[in-house]
C-alpha cells in the first residue's frame, strides 16, 4: 500500500495521470462519434496509416508526432473522399490508405540515420513516457473538442445519425464530416504515445461500447465514456505496475474487463 501511495509522487506518474484524463476527455467525445457514425474500421485504417507519417520524421528528423499528425488529417481526407466516389468502395479506399501508410512507414523508419529507440513507443505505447508537451497537446485538443461538441451537437448528431435528414435541413454535412475526420486523426495522433498504433483504436471505442450498453442518449454516451476510459487509464496503470507489464496492453486489457462485467450484468438483469 506504501509503494502505491508512494507510485503518485512521482513526476512521471503524475504525467501519466494527467495524460490519461484529457486522453479519456478527447476520446470520449470523438469515440462517441466514431461508434455512432459506424467508423470503427475507417479509424483503424487512419490509425495505421499514422505509422507513414512516424517514419517520415523519423527520417527528416523532425517531431515524429508533427509528421504523423500531418500525415494521418490528410489520410483521414483521401479516405473520406474517396469513400465518396462511385468507383470506390469505402473499405477499398480505407485500405489503400492502411497499407500505404504502412509500407511508408516501414521504409522510412530503416531508411533513418542512426538507432531509432522511440519505434516500439510509438507501436506499442507506453504512458509512463509522456511528456509536457504531449500532455498540452491532450489538453488543448479536448479544450477544442468540448468546444466544438457544445456548440455544433445538433448538426454532429443529425450527421452521426442521418446524413440525408441533415442535408434536408440545409447543414453543412460535408464540411462537418471532413472536420470530424480531422479530428479523429489528431485523436489518434495524440493517443500514440499512451497505447500506440496497435491499440489506440480500442481507447476510442471501448469505453464507448460499454456507455452504450446502459444508455442511447449521445450525451450521456459522452459523458459516460469519459468516466469509463478515465477508469480503465487508472486500473491499467496499477495493473501495469504491480505486474511489470507494458502500460498500454494494460490499460487496453483492463478496458475490456470492465466492457466484459458491464455486458455480463446487463445479461443478467
Known amino acids: 500500500m506504501n509503494d502505491l501511495t508512494e507510485l503518485f509522487h512521482y513526476t512521471f506518474f503524475q504525467h501519466a495521470l494527467l495524460g490519461g484524463l484529457f486522453a479519456s476527455i478527447a476520446c470520449g467525445i470523438i469515440g462517441t462519434y466514431i461508434v455512432t457514425r459506424r467508423l470503427v474500421f475507417i479509424s483503424g485504417g487512419i490509425t495505421h496509416a499514422s505509422f507513414g507519417g512516424i517514419g517520415i520524421g523519423l527520417y527528416t528528423g523532425i517531431s515524429p508526432l508533427l509528421a504523423a499528425a500531418v500525415f494521418s488529417v490528410l489520410s483521414a481526407f483521401g479516405v473520406e473522399w474517396l469513400s465518396k466516389r462511385n468507383d470506390m468502395r469505402e473499405d477499398s479506399a480505407i485500405a489503400v490508405f492502411w497499407t500505404f501508410g504502412m509500407a511508408v512507414g516501414i521504409i522510412f523508419s530503416f531508411l533513418a540515420p542512426g538507432f531509432t529507440p522511440d519505434l516500439s513507443s510509438f507501436l506499442f505505447g507506453n504512458i509512463l513516457t509522456i511528456t509536457e508537451g504531449d500532455i498540452w497537446l491532450l489538453a488543448v485538443l479536448s479544450i477544442v473538442l468540448s468546444i466544438f461538441f457544445a456548440l455544433f451537437l445538433r448538426p454532429i448528431v443529425a450527421t452521426a445519425f442521418d446524413r440525408e435528414f441533415a442535408r434536408s435541413q440545409r447543414m453543412p454535412v460535408a464540411a462537418f464530416e471532413y472536420i470530424l475526420m480531422m479530428f479523429v486523426a489528431l485523436t489518434i495522433v495524440s493517443c500514440l504515445r499512451m497505447v500506440g498504433i496497435v491499440l489506440a483504436i480500442s481507447l476510442l471505442t471501448l469505453p464507448q461500447m460499454t456507455a452504450n450498453l446502459f444508455t442511447h442518449s449521445f450525451k450521456r454516451i459522452i459523458w459516460l465514456s469519459i468516466l469509463i476510459g478515465y477508469t ?37 438483469r
Open 232 to 268: 480503465g487509464c487508472l486500473g491499467g496503470l496499477l495493473l501495469s505496475y504491480q505486474l511489470q507489464v507494458p502500460s498500454g496492453a494494460a490499460i487496453i486489457f483492463v478496458s475490456i474487463l470492465i466492457y466484459t462485467g458491464a455486458k455480463l450484468y446487463k445479461l443478467r
